[in-house]
């Protein structure tokens, strides 16, 4: 199977956020400070590795399919469609807020993507899933790091 132009730019977007992910999980790591700053650091570097991991899957997944990936920085930061994420020292609480954000955002575009995939590769599609469930999981357990216990489970409260 030939990837057509539009599943070959689907895969691309979701590269894009998966190579910015892990860039975004390791500044954060990087530069975090504050109250459970440990357990965050350790999460992050959790994040980081599916992010890389996922990156290369799909990136092995588009070459089988004889497109080409590009994880150039600069396509990257042109492409992306998450937050950016701030140079400097960030405390455990932004940190958090802009990690579920960056994770939420990367899952966006999967969803978005999705049906696209699913119609013309249902194996690629099957990637997605796993990312999409994986990467929600971690949206969960940072989350609930400033999560009350009074939240809703629908709708939680931000800290």
Same mark, same amino acid.
């Given at each position: 199977?030939?990837?057509?132009?539009?599943?070959? $730019? $689907?895969?691309?977007?979701?590269?894009?956020?998966?190579?910015?992910?892990?860039?975004?999980?390791?500044?954060?790591?990087?530069?975090?400070?504050?109250?459970?700053? &440990?357990?965050?650091?350790?999460?992050?570097? @959790?994040?980081?590795?599916?992010?890389?991991?996922?990156?290369?899957?799909?990136?092995?997944?588009?070459?089988?399919?004889?497109?080409?990936?590009?994880?150039?920085?600069?396509?990257?930061?042109?492409?992306? $469609?998450?937050?950016?994420?701030?140079?400097?020292?960030? $405390?455990?609480?932004?940190?958090? @807020?802009?990690?579920?954000?960056?994770?939420?955002?990367?899952?966006?575009?999967?969803?978005?993507?999705?049906?696209?995939? @699913?119609? @013309?590769?249902?194996?690629?599609?099957?990637?997605?899933?796993?990312?999409?469930? &994986?990467?929600?999981?971690?949206?969960?357990?940072?989350?609930?790091?400033?999560?009350?216990?009074?939240?809703?489970?629908?709708?939680?409260?931000?800290?």
């Amino acid at each position: 199977m030939k990837a057509s132009p539009t599943l070959t $730019n $689907n895969l691309q977007a979701v590269l894009a956020d998966l190579i910015e992910l892990h860039i975004q999980g390791k500044q954060a790591h990087w530069n975090i400070v504050g109250t459970n700053f &440990r357990d965050l650091h350790l999460q992050l570097d @959790e994040i980081v590795e599916a992010g890389r991991q996922f990156a290369d899957d799909l990136a092995e997944r588009m070459r089988a399919l004889h497109a080409l990936p590009d994880g150039r920085s600069s396509t990257v930061a042109a492409s992306t $469609n998450l937050p950016a994420f701030p140079e400097g020292l960030i $405390n455990t609480k932004d940190a958090i @807020e802009r990690t579920v954000a960056a994770l939420e955002a990367a899952v966006g575009t999967m969803r978005k993507v999705h049906d696209e995939v @699913e119609e @013309e590769d249902p194996t690629t599609a099957d990637l997605l899933h796993e990312f999409i469930a &994986r990467l929600e999981q971690f949206a969960w357990m940072v989350n609930a790091e400033t999560m009350k216990a009074t939240a809703s489970v629908t709708a939680p409260d931000t800290p």
